[in-house]
């Protein structure tokens, strides 16, 4: 398999380590040509995740998305979810003919409120059993340090999904098999979402007993809600029998919550100590995907109809203007 990366960012850097380092030889997209020099001369990405140092012989770094699109077998999406549909409006309809599609993003495509398999498959025809999805626990920064870590590979065909993953192992990393495409892909949206209020709570002052009642309601809310999606979608028996408490859905909800590496929860605290949420992302400089997915799963939840007090609270702070402080004044009510 010859694997293109398209994004170049914390997570597609860290996607683009595994891969050289477990012997791949990679094309990767690079929107900026001074990264692109910058990787080619110092041998790391001077913007992100600056630790892990690449042998630059891998890599066939390309600032011209449909070449890297034409060169690979199998393509990493690591782009954030609000600037993904931009990108890939350069490409032709077919440009994905062919091709193994792997998501590596933790959000909704905000304009038509619909996660990326479902863009792909309206806009360029992809089908659902060429599509993967890469998830869990696992931050760019620690897979940078070599810090074991694990991601789950989703996929409808068992058989190419261990393909795929095993691409990816290292004695560093470690892969396990899913099949839940949609639940995945949803639980690591809300997870981002719940871990920005845990940074509102810590910035507000609250202490480690509360937030680990808040993150067990957390969890709890977003198992209704996923649920409650596979329900709605009709989707097999044996989907319904899925263990939320599994790395990618569990264990990435801890970790994101929990960890300082976590670009959500260091968003979230700004919140709470009175940034506004301009002035907040203007200082992390970075995108946080649980801003943009509390609106769109406020969205989608008006399909889905759970009951998500938590993330709809945290959506009316972020952008109904409701004060942080008497939102968690309203999430102290609701926590068992």
């Known amino acids: 398999m010859q694997f293109g990366i398209l994004g170049s960012g914390s997570w597609a850097t860290a996607l683009a380590k595994l891969l050289t380092d477990n012997g791949n030889t990679i094309n990767w997209w690079i929107r900026n040509k001074e990264t692109i020099a910058h990787f080619q001369s110092k041998k790391n990405n001077p913007h992100y995740v600056s630790s892990a140092i690449f042998n630059t012989e891998q890599l066939n770094l390309n600032n011209h998305i449909k070449e890297v699109v034409n060169n690979s077998d199998v393509l990493v999406i690591a782009i954030p979810s609000a600037f993904v549909e931009d990108v890939l409006q350069q490409l032709p309809a077919n440009a994905f003919e ?30 659902l059993e060429n599509y993967f999805t890469v998830l869990g626990p696992c ?17 409808v065909d068992e058989n190419t999904t261990k393909q795929i ?6 004695d560093y990393l470690n892969t396990v098999i899913n099949h839940d495409i949609y639940g995945v892909q ?11 209020g845990a940074g509102i709570a810590h910035g507000l002052e609250y202490g480690d007993n509360f937030l680990s009642v808040y993150i067990t309601n957390a969890a709890d809310e977003m198992v209704t809600f996923l649920r409650r ?11 319904r029998k899925i263990n939320y408490a599994a790395s990618v859905y569990l264990g990435d909800l801890l970790v994101t919550c929990y960890s300082l590496y976590s670009r959500n929860r260091t968003f979230g605290n700004m919140i709470g100590k009175g940034y506004s949420v301009k002035a907040a992302q203007l200082e992390l400089n970075m995108i946080a995907e649980g801003y943009f997915a509390s609106k769109c799963i406020n969205k989608t939840n008006k399909t889905v109809q759970a009951e998500i007090p938590i993330a709809t609270t945290i959506y009316n702070i972020l952008w109904n203007h409701l004060p942080a402080e008497n939102g968690f004044k309203e999430i102290e009510k609701l926590l068992v």
């Open 98 to 127: 062919g091709k193994k599609i792997v998501s590596a993003i933790k959000g909704i495509l905000p304009t038509e409120n619909i996660l990326l398999n479902e863009y792909l498959h309206k806009h360029f025809h992809v089908q």
């Open 139 to 155: 931050h760019a920064e620690e897979v940078a340090a070599k810090k074991l870590s694990y991601l789950t590979f989703s996929g």
């Open 165 to 170: 993953a095993t691409h990816f192992e290292t």
């Open 186 to 196: 949803y639980a690591a949206i809300l997870k981002n979402i719940y871990a920005l």
């Open 229 to 239: 999606l596979v329900w709605n979608n009709e989707t097999a028996e044996e989907q």
